[in-house]
């Protein structure tokens, strides 16, 4: 017995220390020199514009990556979230047209999100229902209810109140970039310093000696999926807000976007492994490789090319550290 307790432990002081560091932020140092390259070949990319409009193009995927940080560390998928995105803007819009009020309007696209989180969780966690088809096919359901909501066209908000939201700053940066800063702090410190965050690594580490050990699978899963409902409406709303209407067919891909950020920060498809550090950076990877193709003016197709390949490669990236691990 205490050959097997003490052997990891062992194995990590031998290991060199490059070894060590490059095990804990391989993917740091590789943003980092990405950031470099593309600094020094790519025209006006190190500017304090590009910066910031970059920081503002990454605010709605970040704000979602962090609670699909929970989704996929609990070992599901959740590829609702784009419609629930485009859909919760659509609502906020609707009700503002209808009620006048700006609040009522952000209100209701929130909680829009938040009850499609919650059928989802349900549906998973007590109808036994695989999450990935369930959220598939959610995410069907979702978007024909934002283009019957609006009649399949774009609603218009006349309220400049609502686009503070997302079109103005504070202290020279956007208050998306803001949005999305507060929730990685908050959800780095649920997982980091709560029983909640303990509880989804446990589950998706091994969720039946989870169950066996006392805690209620069925309601964390429900509650990962309720908050991601939520936090997926909050970033609707703020995505109406930049471009000022509700439009049902926006986020095309969204998911996508988001669940590659996390895979490339280093949280596992299998679940039970991830930090809010690696998705921060592999957010801001996904920003900045779309950020440097448009200042390229690579064509639209191409970067869907890219994006794809970016994907399958943080795939087999994390294929292989679960075979060194």
Known sequence: MSSTTLAPATKAVTKPLYKRIWDHASILIIYLIMFVILSLTVPYFFSWENMVGLSLAISTVGIVACTMLFCLA?????????????????????????TGSVWLGILGGILSGGIVGLVNGVIIAKLKINALITTLAMSQVVRGLGFIISGGVAVGILKPQFYIL????????????????????????LLNRTTYGRNTMAIGGNREAARLAGLNVDFIKIFIFTIQGFISGLA????????????????????????????LGGVSLSGGVGTMLGVIVGVIIMGTVQNAMNLLNIPTFYQYVVRGIILLLAVLFDQIKQKQG
């Open 74 to 98: 609990s070992g599901d998928f959740d590829l609702s979230v784009e419609n629930i995105v485009a859909t919760s803007g659509v609502i906020a819009a609707v009700v503002i047209r209808n």
């Open 236 to 263: 609707g709303v703020v995505l109406a807000s930049r471009m000022t209407s509700g439009q049902p067919n926006s986020s095309v891909g969204f998911s996508l976007d988001v669940i590659s950020a996390c895979v």
């Open 166 to 189: 997302g079109n103005n700053n504070f202290l020279g940066i956007p208050i998306p970039v803001w949005i999305m800063i507060f929730c990685f702090i908050v959800f780095s410190t």
